[in-house]
């Protein structure tokens, strides 16, 4: 107890001394900014999960082409969830002597359990947000509709037997996802109707779906529960394997999350770490009295690290705060891009923003405390007895494990771990030798320099090791800035490059051979630009290499549901466009028995260059030999396959086309002409999901932006931090320089020279060891190819030395007004 | 060869008048000198003696145009420090005077010959290295020129300084408790080297002690008492 109290009253006194200011501060950083970025992402996180989730219209669909067996309902009755259902079918409408073939659904009261039906009975533009679909004998239908069958609302509509009355038009459905139903003109029935249409038979073709909505430990648990029971032709949805478009947009913005966060630890991590240095240098001397006075050395280290949990744990507690204001801010901001609903933060963030305080404490400043330790009491007599250093490897050790556990949390990631730690220890082993290196060779070469240079360039080789550790600091606060720059430029640049302005938002499939030529021409005459036609086979694999497909495929993979179902192939002349060969060759003739297969499925089916395929098309079958794997952009909406046959070999089967075309706003009712010229025509709107796409990832941007900001803003911070925490002997030095003559102008051009080169060199090696992490983090973390950038290699040494020398020179500045005598009675 | 031309000539080389010090603290303005004149000629040596905390450093600090006063003026072979902005201070500093302090004030990154060349590289000298040398053979260090600071003894340090100061061949010489940290004998041989290099270069020397032998050594002395000139001679 006594102990503690002598802690707190040392603490006080070199807290009045303004001893900790540097630390103090450094913590506050530290912990305000992972608070932030920790609060930040799980709510950001929550609040995308759930918006996705609007797109399914739930938090979970069962998507089934039989209807629901009871006791699945029951299920999720006893978990709790709630529950809604949809069914839809294609049905012809006629009236007033026109044909329609639209797409119904039937759905229960609670439709939509997540996100909203937009609705309006005149003004489209302006329409009404709902959570409740058609009460019954109602009917809510798609605008084209009315066109099409010359109606107006308020008319009757009969789906199948029921007549029911058109109340609404339906301008957005959260759920109308790219499947095939949401091609045809929509209507919107209550479930309690859709036994009176008598459409539906047996044997009708029918799409069920049950969403659900509840607490996720629930909904894993009924996920558990129903997986081993569901047929082929079901399938499980949740945000990740529904939109996997969507999902790899906020899987990687999860990541960069994830990385701002590891970024901001490091940062304050080397900011702590200098300034517990600081400390330390500052405290041998008491240290050394105390031990003097009779202390032991293990009371000495009790002590200091008693002072230093008080001390973290109230910096901690007071980042905690700072973080959640922060934070708070943060959304603020972002108010009008977000959602309107925004979730709350879990109170488990803010205590993960001070364990985080505390562990980059511990890990940090456990290594200069540890030399307080072996500081001898001779030390009072003789100054040249500064602790050695207590084995370097156990405390390099404590501060690198303790990154990695840091690193390995946010990613989870253990190979991701792996390489950034051993990325950053080989980076700093070399980087360390190049700057010894450069120390020693140019130290010769001073003299010729003039005076400001060559005492510029002399203060940093005389101490190599001090040099060195400082370059270090500065070099990975930059990178750490450098990565998150460029890494939030590169995600996106992606992102707008996958859905640019006119990215197609339509597709038309099942043209025949013979429509082909006009479709086209129509198309043209609109002035709609299409993408290729591809000529489209259906067929089916069955055997890889004598083999029944189905004896080799694991279940749930994307291999297993490629099998289950009927594919698409194409042929093609050449390889398709974003359609890259990684392995083997694309054919040289156009009549090899050969196939080109897609990456990732080639991944799941287990086979490589030179196996058999076997495919059923109609009735015949046809094997060929894999020739080349192709990997495929699937984030373009462009038409991709899976599978592509020279020309020839689909030839003697019946094929349709397929194209994608974007058609502008204003245009729909193009649609209409479409569908009337060419019947048999499959429309497939993807308009609406591309608008989702396009919002989600500009709200992802803007809060990417935000987090970018925050974390330079952090970096720079430190930064200041760091060159102030290197400043006591600068100034000390430039004090007796100007005492025995020196102008201030020569101080400070001493102080810029040194600074500048030690950002400078910085710099450079933030540069390259950037560009180093960068090729792995795409390849591993991202899956895009990382582009040399220029502008960064131009730049970043550039801003490095300006950066550093800035804030030396601005640090040492303010000393330099007071008089020489003032600062050598400070000794 | 840096020497003021004043030196010969009978003018005083140092001029206070009416010099005071006051600095704010948290409880308050401390006057810590007051009304202090003092006119020092060329070659004279003068020695300041008062207790601990009477303002002797403070007023050395003035003298020497490391500080400025709060009233009154002092002026350098015959430059009132008034006209001088910081940087016209420091090159007064650079070419015409010397420094000795008790706690030896040197660089710790720079060798012995390193803190010797140091003022004279200040000004451009290209010849620093062997005028350097020439005097830490003078004060008798040939043999450490190339040790840091750290590797040297106290009085070993001091004698670097001594050599230090004198490079410039300073008009001036401030020397604040020189021996105060050091043993008795080894405080008598930097006295003795420091008022031989005095008499060869014919310096005008400043001295602040506790040591009456010392003060004894010196022409004239005064005695400061709560930041006032009690005694002069
Ligand atoms: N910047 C300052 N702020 C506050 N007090 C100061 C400052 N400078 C000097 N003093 C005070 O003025 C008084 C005189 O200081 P000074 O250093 O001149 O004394 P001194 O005679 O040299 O003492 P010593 O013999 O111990 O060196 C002391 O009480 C000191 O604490
Ligand atoms: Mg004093």
Redesign the interface.
């Known amino acids: 107890m006594s102990e503690l109290k002598l802690a707190l009253r040392l603490l006080y006194r070199d807290g009045r001394s303004g001893e900790l200011t540097i630390l103090v501060l450094a913590l506050i950083i530290a912990v305000t900014s992972s608070t932030a970025i920790a609060l930040f992402a799980d709510r950001l996180q929550q609040t995308m999960g759930r918006q996705a989730a609007d797109f399914l219209a739930a938090d979970m669909v069962i998507s089934s082409s039989s209807s629901i067996p009871e006791s699945w309902w029951k299920k999720a009755s006893e978990l709790q969830l709630k529950q809604s259902s949809t069914t839809e079918f294609s049905s012809v409408l006629m009236e007033n002597e026109s044909l329609l073939l639209a797409g119904i659904k039937a759905v229960t009261d609670h439709y939509p359990l997540r996100g909203h039906l937009k609705t309006a009975t005149s003004d489209l533009s302006n329409p009404e947000q709902t959570k409740k679909g058609p009460a019954t004998l109602e009917a809510w239908i798609e605008p084209r509709i009315l066109s099409a069958l010359k109606l107006q609302i308020g008319d009757t509509l009969r789906v199948g037997e029921q007549p029911l009355k058109i109340t609404r038009l339906i301008t957005y459905e959260p759920d109308k996802g790219g499947d095939l139903y949401s091609l045809q003109p929509r209507v919107m029935i209550n479930h309690a109707d859709l036994e009176s249409t008598h459409v539906i038979q047996p044997g009708s073709h029918i799409h069920y779906t049950a969403q659900f909505v509840g607490n996720e430990r629930n909904l894993v648990e009924f996920k558990r529960w129903i997986k081993p029971k569901l047929n082929p032709s079901q399938r499980i949805l949740d945000i990740y394997d529904e939109r996997p478009r969507l999902g790899s947009a906020l899987s990687r913005a999860e990541r960069y999350l994830g990385l701002s966060s590891i970024i901001v630890v490091l940062i304050a991590g080397i900011a702590i770490a200098m300034a517990t240095r600081r400390y330390g240098e500052r405290h041998f001397n008491a240290t050394a009295l105390l031990r003097c006075l009779g202390c032991k050395q293990s009371k000495i280290i009790r002590l200091y690290a008693l002072q230093f949990l008080i001390l973290g744990g109230s910096a901690s507690l007071l980042g905690c705060l700072l973080g959640w204001f922060a934070q708070e801010g943060l959304f603020q901001l972002l108010r009008d891009l977000l959602p309107t609903s925004i979730a709350s933060a879990s109170p488990f963030s803010l205590l993960f923003g001070f364990a985080t305080g505390m562990v980059i404490l511990v890990g940090f400043a456990m290594p200069p405390l540890l030399q307080l330790k072996r500081v001898s009491p001779l030390r009072l007599l003789r ?2 007895l500064d602790p050695l250093p207590s084995s370097g490897w156990l405390i390099y050790g404590l501060a690198l494990s303790v990154i990695g556990l840091l690193v390995w949390y946010y990613t989870d990631d253990l190979r991701m771990t792996f390489t950034v730690i051993g990325g950053g220890l080989f980076a700093a082993s070399i980087m360390a030798g190049i700057v010894w290196l450069l120390i020693k060779s140019s130290s010769k070469s001073f003299g010729r320099l003039d ?1 400001g240079w060559r005492f510029g360039l002399q ?1 940093l080789s ?2 190599p090791a001090k040099t060195i550790s400082q370059i270090l600091a500065f070099t990975v606060t930059l990178v750490a800035m450098i990565l998150s720059f460029s890494v939030r430029n590169d995600l996106l640049d992606d992102w707008k490059a996958q859905l640019p302005e006119s990215a197609p938002n339509h597709f038309a499939i099942n043209i025949f051979a013979n429509d082909r030529t006009p479709f086209q021409k129509l198309l043209e005459g609109q002035q709609i630009q299409s993408s290729r036609f591809f000529p489209v086979t259906r067929g089916r694999l069955v055997e890889i290499n004598g083999i029944k497909v189905r004896k080799i495929v694991s279940k749930e993979s994307t291999g297993a549901r490629a099998t289950q179902r009927q594919l698409s192939l194409t042929s093609s002349t050449t390889p398709p466009d974003g359609n890259q060969i990684i392995e083997g060759n694309w054919w040289k003739s156009d009549n090899e028995a050969v196939v080109s297969i897609e990456q990732k499925l080639a991944q799941s089916l287990k086979v490589s260059i030179g196996d058999k395929l076997t495919f059923t098309i109609g009735s015949e079958q046809m094997q060929v030999a894999i020739s080349n794997i192709r990997s495929v952009n699937w984030d373009t909406m462009k038409p991709n396959f899976y599978f592509i046959f020279p020309p020839s070999a689909l030839d003697a089967f019946p094929q349709t086309y397929l194209t994608s075309f974007y058609l502008p706003p204003g245009k729909k009712d193009f649609l209409n002409k479409l569908i009337e010229h060419f019947p048999a025509v499959t429309l497939l709107d993807v308009e609406t999901l591309l608008n989702q796409f396009k919002m989600i990832l500009s709200q992802l941007t803007a809060a990417i932006n935000y987090l970018l900001y925050f974390a330079l803003a952090a970096g720079f911070t430190v930064l200041f931090a760091a060159v102030y925490s290197t400043l006591d ?1 600068r100034i000390h ?1 430039s004090a ?11 101080i400070k051009k001493v102080q810029l020279i040194e600074f500048t080169v030690l950002g400078f060199i910085s710099g450079l090696l933030a540069l390259a060891i950037s560009e180093l992490i960068l090729s792995l983090l795409y390849n591993q973390l991202f899956g895009m190819a990382h582009q040399l950038n220029l502008l960064l290699w131009f730049l970043t040494p550039l801003a490095g030395g300006l950066f550093v020398g800035l804030a030396g020179y601005v640090g040492i500045r303010h000393v330099m ?1 007071l ?4 600062i ?2 400070n ?1 | 060869m840096h020497s003021s031309p004043d030196k010969q000539s009978n003018a005083p080389i140092i001029e206070a008048i009416n010099l005071g010090k006051k600095v704010s603290t948290s409880e308050g303005t401390l006057e810590i000198l007051s009304s202090v004149d003092l006119i020092i000629n060329p070659a004279d040596t003068l020695a300041i003696m008062g207790t601990s905390g009477s303002g002797k450093s403070t007023l050395l600090s003035l003298l020497a145009a490391l500080d400025e006063p709060t009233t009154g003026s002092v002026s350098l072979f015959g430059q009132p420090l008034a006209q001088l902005d910081e940087d016209g201070r420091a090159e007064l500093r650079n070419q015409s005077i010397g420094f000795v302090f008790q706690s030896f004030q040197l660089l710790p990154g720079l060798t012995a010959l390193e803190n010797v060349m140091l003022p004279l590289e200040l000004c451009g000298d290209k010849n620093a290295a062997d005028a350097a040398q020439a005097l830490l053979e003078r004060v008798g260090l040939s043999n450490r020129t190339h040790h840091t600071p750290r590797q040297l003894s106290g009085g070993e340090q001091q004698r670097v300084a001594l050599a230090r100061a004198f490079v410039t061949e300073p008009g001036i010489l401030f020397a604040d408790e020189p021996t105060g940290n050091l043993d008795s004998k080894t405080g008598e041989q930097i006295v003795e080297l420091l008022f031989e290099l005095n008499r060869e270069k014919q310096t005008t020397l400043v001295l602040v002690t506790h040591d009456e032998p010392l003060a004894a050594l010196c022409q004239r002395t005064i005695r400061l008492e709560a930041g006032t000139v009690v005694c002069q001679s």
Not at chain 1, 736 to 746: C, D, N, V, Y
């Open positions: 100054h040249d005076i203060s005389r101490h002997d030095n007796l320089m100007r005492t025995l003559g020196a102008k201030r102008s020569l007004d008089p020489p005598a003032s050598l009675r000794l």
